[in-house]
């Protein structure tokens, strides 16, 4: 994936490059959220499962049409 030979880069590609790792990081560490939410989505409500007072409680706070 990263092939390059930073010691070969001039200094206007090495900071190119340091930019384009910064992005890839990036859009890696949004993936890991994405993921996080797929699963929380996929295992929010556990079937049969009785709600007691004051325990945090699944809301849907817009009308039809809004996800939840």
Known sequence: ???ED???LDTADLLAAASKYDQI???AAVRILEAALTYADRHAVVEGYQWLPGYEQLRVYGGDGCPG
Do not use: S
Request: glycine letters at 0%; hydrophobic letters at 45%.
């Open 25 to 27: 990081q990036n859009r």
């Open 6 to 8: 930073l010691e070969a």
């Open 1 to 3: 994936m990263f092939e």
